[in-house]
């Protein structure tokens, strides 16, 4: 089963969970699979199970500070993409990063820490942050999660190591939901980049109505390697 399988398998779980404990909120656990969680209200129905192991050192490498030339390209993949995204933001000490892009999407500037937009057919779009953050890679993993669990009452996710040219760094994948009829899915690539000028967080994130045809490889290539220049 690839990683986006078990990931749809989340979402069924995720909606039964929204029918059978709409009193109830999920809550994130590493594996994907949400549980009710206890809201303390008399005569609410809940599920406890045991603490969710801890993700958020998942993809965690010893950060390198060591003094880097101005204008250097610190991770290049072997494979160059057919159609790169340029994002960049206005901080010029924040690192630039060029995104694979799939066929036949769009491409268009950000403003503040947002790099840029990607958007494709059926509601699927990307888009890409490069924020400073003072958190070292497992607390600023840890509360980039959080955020995404805090989009929906309902929600799942499932986090992967998935470090970068010694960069540390995450995969996430997951959904969520308000309702049955309006579930989400994402795939997030989070990297935590060490500059001569501090900590920036870099991250992809693409979404698209659960079930939406042609999303698994769009995510895949989006969630994968990206070149990074420290200017």
Known sequence: MTHLEAMTRSVSVVLACLVL??????????????VAADTGRPGTSTTKTAPAPDSSGFGVVPTSRAPIPADAVTCAPEQKPRVGFVAKVADAAAPVIT?????????QSGSG????????PQGMDST????????EPAKA?????????????VSSISVLPAELCQYSGQKMLGAWSDTPQNAVEFVDRVVHIW??????????????????????AAAEL???DFEILLP
């Open 141 to 153: 993993f840890d509360e980039y999660a959080d955020r995404l669990m805090g989009e929906a009452a």
């Open 21 to 34: 404990a709409a009193t109830a909120g999920c809550v994130r656990t590493s594996a994907g699979n949400p």
């Open 99 to 107: 995104v694979p892009v799939p066929d036949g999407w769009s491409m």
């Open 222 to 224: 989006l969630a994968g």
């Open 195 to 216: 500059t001569n000028a501090g900590n920036y967080l870099v991250s992809v994130h693409t979404t698209a109505p659960t079930g939406t045809t042609g999303f698994d």
């Open 113 to 120: 820490d947002i790099g840029g937009y990607l958007k494709g």
């Open 128 to 135: 890409i942050s490069i924020a400073p953050t003072a958190l």
